[in-house]
């Protein structure tokens, strides 16, 4: 019998990953080696795996530069329309296997790194995660960023360099800690720092009235420092730019003339004005109205727009003398794309530049600024919604406040002439909110400053326009869109599962990765013995590899056979991840009920953060490990049942555990989840869904047929419905046994003996106040389960199933979601033209 092939053997056989020429990895070995010898060991005889891993880095680095400046060159002497994406998140992960996949490199420095007597997968894994986001909305960013590259857009990423990116989660005897993310502290191969388009942004001050207008004086200055990593497309030579601002303080800070004796206290106070870029706020789908938070978003949009005009003026390429003066074509040149509220203050502040800069009379400069900037809502939950106090907003933004009382004053006029007398029609729709304090509605400032205004997914965009925005929906109609999240299926198919991405190019070629709608092909071989045996048996190697990596990370051991069912996603009341510990208990009951009845043995995966101050998504957290404590350890229940919280759940991690589900949780309150993007990713890695109505699970049911994911629960209607009549939880805990005796377990300290009312703050929300209706869809989330355990029994038709989800996630690409923002959104068209490399001359 032949002996098993090596990973390294086994990664060498798969084409998607591009070929190893001769020539590329002895020239690959040749980089290495002088950049291990010459950038990275000065003074030490010794390497470590970290200096292999940037001495690959900066192999890996070398490949794009050329083509990095090349594209820029490009796009100088094209002059195309400019895409800017505005984000206060890019989730980016980690940047050397996707470099490297981008490049069509990998096979090739695989097998240099072998032939030098190294593993590959052991150096990828020392990178850091560049964790500078939350959750969905910063991932999105990331696989927006990937598509515009593998499209050929001309497109920057706009966002801040925050030295500490999201919080390492550490589970420590049940409970979360958070400790910071120092992901620097090494350095970071794939930035330059570019010091030479250095900014000023401006903070407090006050307004001057004088004969050319405004002036906002007397303000402290913070300088922000350009930061560029490149973003190359997908084997189409182009490489863009995501550009991240860092914090730095002039020199001559607080030691201007009222300062002049400490001059020691005054450069250590230079920490103050660097402390803007110093940490992301952890908060997912929550708004907290800190000053420093202001702070953030008013750095990046102001050092933002002033390099979108520089680069709009500037006429010959690497010159920033100004050339074109008039603003005229602003918006044929320039397109701003505002992910979510974050960056909302690019409205007032491209007004402040208009009008007090460059001197537009204001219906110019406000025609220019709605023609430019375009507006992405991501949530409808109330406590999300950025309304920043009048006072806090006046004393940091003197300019700015003024600038949206003016916007607010001809809006209210707009709708006056409109509907006159109808006084609660302006109050609804004012920027600002009367009260103690009184407050500005960024989102109302998003709508009225934007020319399209779009939801993430069919349903979402439906209940912005029926609900938070009705009353601008009935005004402007036109403006409002549907723009249905993707992911980008190189991370998440190629890079994350190679073995499944070969066997489907095996089948249909390898155009899916540019064009994945063409996955609808693998349906002509959804009855194909050979294939369903492959698929099954790639989804089985997956599981083993994870299974092997908890037991040498966790020190668990589960069981390979048994259906892994994964529930990963930042830990919040309205994605009910207690839903899913309510079936956990239920399952567990019903195993010591009758010990000898045959079940289907499953693994329960639950990973996730928790923002630091959300006190009940923390006790989530510790419910979960409590039940998995008494779970894991009854002999009765033996491997039947597990239950595993995934620490420091994160991009490099969901890479590894998506390919090994078989079992995606997609379990929000219908109405809820704007979109959602992990159900996407499981979709494509050959798990099967387990959803509500919710998002984009009602899209990828349509896609697939809802007979091929286990839907369940209330619909939006049902919902709103409920909260006319009032939710009663208590109603459904005397009527269903079973529930009750999950909640009375929980109640009695049947998880916490040693506290027995550990969660009592957790049962008193689901009794009294739940907001998201948890018991309302247990009867029937049960019974989804059962289905699940039902078809599990028969491998052959879950596989089929499998085929058929696969087969329908094409539409769920984000080239498919940036093709539709491009040509009905910003006025451009992708294109397909491959930029010559480097080695090429130009024609």
Not at 108 to 113: G, H, K, T
Not at 537 to 543: D, L, W, Y
Request: aromatic share 10%; with cysteine; net charge neutral.
């Amino acid at each position: 019998m032949s002996k098993p092939l090596t990973d390294q053997e086994k990664r060498k056989q798969i084409s998607v990953r591009g070929i190893a020429g001769l020539g590329d990895v002895v020239e690959i070995k040749k980089s290495f080696n002088r950049h291990l010898h010459f950038t990275l060991v000065k003074d030490r005889n010794v390497s470590t795996p970290r200096d292999y891993y940037f001495a690959l880095a900066h192999t890996v680095r070398d490949h794009l530069v050329g083509r990095w400046i090349r594209t820029q060159q490009y796009y100088y002497e094209k002059d195309p329309k400019r895409i800017h994406y505005l984000s206060l998140e890019f989730y980016m992960g980690r940047t050397l296997q996707n470099t490297m996949i981008n490049l069509g490199l990998q096979n090739a420095c695989d097998e240099a790194i072998y032939q030098l007597g190294l593993d590959l997968e052991e150096l990828e894994e020392i990178e850091e995660d560049a964790g500078l986001g939350n959750g969905g909305l910063g991932r999105l960013a990331a696989c927006f960023l990937d598509s515009m590259a593998s499209l050929g857009l001309a497109a920057y990423g706009y966002g801040i360099r925050y030295e500490f990116g999201i919080f390492n989660q550490k589970i420590n005897s049940g409970w979360q800690v958070e400790e910071a993310d120092d992901w620097l502290r090494y350095g970071n191969p794939w930035e330059k720092a570019r010091p030479e388009y250095m900014l000023p942004v401006h903070f407090y001050g006050r307004v001057e009235q004088t004969h050319e207008g405004p002036k906002w004086v007397g303000t402290q200055v913070v300088l922000a420092m350009p930061y560029d990593t490149p973003v190359p497309g997908y084997k189409n030579n182009t490489v863009n730019t995501m550009r991240l601002w860092s914090a730095k303080a002039p020199n001559d800070f607080n030691l201007q003339e009222f300062n002049v004796g400490d001059y020691i206290q005054a450069v250590l106070d230079r920490n103050l004005a660097e402390n803007i870029s110093r940490v992301l706020y952890p908060n997912d789908n929550f708004f907290e109205g800190k000053e420093l938070r202001l702070k953030q978003e008013y750095f990046v949009v102001a050092a933002t727009l002033q390099d979108i005009i520089r680069r709009f003026k500037s006429s010959k390429f690497g010159c920033r003398d100004p050339v074109r003066t008039s603003f005229e074509t602003f918006p044929d040149k320039v397109a701003i794309q505002l992910n979510d509220t974050h960056p909302a203050l690019a409205i007032p502040e491209l007004m402040r530049m208009l009008v007090d800069v460059e001197r537009l009379d204001w219906d110019k400069a406000w025609e220019i600024t709605t023609k430019t900037c375009a507006y992405t809502n991501h949530t409808v939950l109330p406590e999300a919604l950025e309304r920043w106090p009048v006072c806090m907003f006046g004393k940091l933004l003197p300019r700015h406040l003024q600038i949206v009382y003016e916007i607010n004053r001809r809006h209210l006029d707009g709708i006056s002439a409109l509907y006159p007398g109808d006084i609660d029609r302006l109050r609804r729709m004012s920027l600002i909110e009367e009260g103690d304090p009184k407050r500005i509605n960024m989102a109302h400032l998003c709508v009225v400053g934007s020319h399209a205004v779009n939801g993430v997914a069919r349903i979402h965009s439906e209940i912005v326009k029926n609900t938070v925005f009705k009353d601008f929906c009935d005004m402007e109609p036109e403006k409002f869109q549907n723009k249905t999240n993707g992911i980008t299926p190189r991370r998440w198919l190629l890079l994350c599962n190679p073995g499944l991405a070969e066997i489907i190019a095996e089948k249909i070629g390898e155009d899916f990765l540019t064009d994945l709608f063409k996955l609808r092909k693998l349906l002509d071989f959804v009855d194909d013995e050979m294939f369903i045996r492959d698929v099954a048996k790639v989804k089985q190697e997956n599981k083993q590899k994870f299974a092997a990596y908890l037991e040498n990370e966790y020190k668990v051991k589960i069981n390979p056979e048994s259906i892994f069912d994964v529930h990963v996603k930042r830990i919040h009341e309205y994605k009910r991840q207690l839903l899913n510990c309510l079936h956990v208990i239920t399952f567990y009951n019903r195993i010591k009920k009758e010990p000898n009845k045959k079940f289907v043995p499953r693994t329960v995966i639950i990973g996730g953060k928790a923002a630091p101050g959300y006190h009940i998504a923390k006790m989530i957290i510790k419910l979960i490990t409590s039940i998995g404590d008494v779970v894991n350890n009854d002999p009765i229940v033996g491997d039947r049942l597990k239950v595993i919280f995934l620490e420091n759940y994160r991009v490099s991690l969901a890479e590894k555990v998506i390919p090994a589900s078989d079992l995606s949780e997609q379990i929000s309150t219908a109405g809820t989840e704007a979109s959602g993007t992990g159900n996407m990713k499981f979709m494509l890695n050959g798990a099967l869904t387990i959803g509500t109505m919710d998002g984009a699970n009602v899209e990828m049911a349509e896609e697939a047929g809802e007979e091929n994911l286990f839907i369940f629960g209330m619909r939006v209607e049902d919902v709103e419905v409920m909260d006319r009549k009032g939710y009663n939880a208590r109603e459904y805990y005397e009527r269903l046994p079973e529930l009750k005796q999950a909640m009375d377990q929980i109640s009695a300290g049947f998880f916490s003996p040693k506290e027995p009312d550990l969660f009592k703050d957790v049962v008193n929300m689901l009794m009294n106040h739940d907001r998201f209706k948890v018991f309302a869809d247990y009867e029937s989330y049960i019974s989804s389960q059962e289905k699940v355990n039902e078809l599990y029994r028969n491998p052959k038709e879950w596989t089929k199933k499998v085929i058929k989800n696969i087969a329908a996630s094409g539409k769920f690409s984000s080239d498919r979601t940036i093709t539709e923002y491009a040509r009905e959104i910003w006025g451009v068209e992708p294109s397909d033209v491959k930029i010559p490399p480097p080695n090429e001359p130009r024609d």
